[in-house]
Protein backbone atom coordinates (compact mmCIF):
# COMPACT_ATOMS: atom_id res chain seq x y z
CA UNK A 1 0.00 0.00 0.00
CA UNK A 2 1.42 3.47 -0.93
CA UNK A 3 -0.54 6.59 0.12
CA UNK A 4 -0.13 9.75 -1.83
CA UNK A 5 -2.69 12.24 0.28
CA UNK A 6 -2.51 14.75 -2.38
CA UNK A 7 -4.62 12.29 -5.39
CA UNK A 8 -8.52 11.90 -3.65
CA UNK A 9 -8.51 7.77 -4.78
CA UNK A 10 -8.97 5.14 -3.25
CA UNK A 11 -8.77 1.36 -4.98
CA UNK A 12 -10.21 -1.37 -3.15
CA UNK A 13 -9.41 -5.03 -4.57
CA UNK A 14 -11.73 -7.87 -3.27
CA UNK A 15 -10.95 -11.40 -4.52
CA UNK A 16 -11.63 -15.38 -3.05
CA UNK A 17 -10.40 -18.55 -3.73
CA UNK A 18 -12.52 -20.23 -5.87
CA UNK A 19 -14.17 -22.35 -9.06
CA UNK A 20 -13.27 -25.84 -9.76
CA UNK A 21 -10.47 -26.71 -7.67
CA UNK A 22 -11.86 -25.43 -4.57
CA UNK A 23 -15.22 -27.25 -5.58
CA UNK A 24 -17.20 -30.26 -4.50
CA UNK A 25 -19.39 -32.79 -6.31
CA UNK A 26 -22.19 -30.96 -4.22
CA UNK A 27 -21.01 -27.78 -4.85
CA UNK A 28 -19.83 -27.78 -8.29
CA UNK A 29 -20.59 -24.49 -10.46
CA UNK A 30 -21.29 -22.54 -7.48
CA UNK A 31 -18.51 -20.26 -8.60
CA UNK A 32 -19.35 -20.12 -12.08
CA UNK A 33 -23.10 -19.13 -11.07
CA UNK A 34 -21.60 -16.26 -8.39
CA UNK A 35 -19.74 -14.80 -11.05
CA UNK A 36 -22.50 -14.60 -13.75
CA UNK A 37 -25.10 -13.14 -10.94
CA UNK A 38 -22.52 -10.51 -9.89
CA UNK A 39 -23.05 -8.25 -12.80
CA UNK A 40 -26.76 -8.97 -13.45
CA UNK A 41 -28.75 -6.60 -11.19
CA UNK A 42 -31.33 -6.58 -8.14
CA UNK A 43 -34.79 -6.23 -7.35
CA UNK A 44 -34.66 -2.53 -6.74
CA UNK A 45 -31.57 -1.81 -9.36
CA UNK A 46 -31.00 -3.13 -13.22
CA UNK A 47 -27.63 -4.11 -13.73
CA UNK A 48 -27.04 -0.79 -15.98
CA UNK A 49 -28.04 1.38 -13.19
CA UNK A 50 -25.45 -0.29 -10.60
CA UNK A 51 -22.83 -0.12 -13.66
CA UNK A 52 -23.52 3.52 -13.84
CA UNK A 53 -23.09 4.40 -10.48
CA UNK A 54 -20.12 2.69 -9.73
CA UNK A 55 -18.33 4.37 -12.90
CA UNK A 56 -20.00 7.65 -12.29
CA UNK A 57 -17.30 7.90 -9.18
CA UNK A 58 -14.63 6.58 -11.17
CA UNK A 59 -14.90 2.61 -10.36
CA UNK A 60 -15.01 -0.77 -12.31
CA UNK A 61 -16.82 -3.66 -11.41
CA UNK A 62 -16.27 -7.18 -12.93
CA UNK A 63 -15.28 -10.76 -12.96
CA UNK A 64 -13.10 -12.55 -13.81
Known amino acids: ?4 HKL ?3 NVYAAFLGGSRFETPETNGV ?23 IES ?3 HIGTV
Open 8 to 10: PIV
Open 31 to 53: CSLLTGLLTRGTKTRSAEEIARR
Open 1 to 4: MLEN
Open 57 to 59: GGG
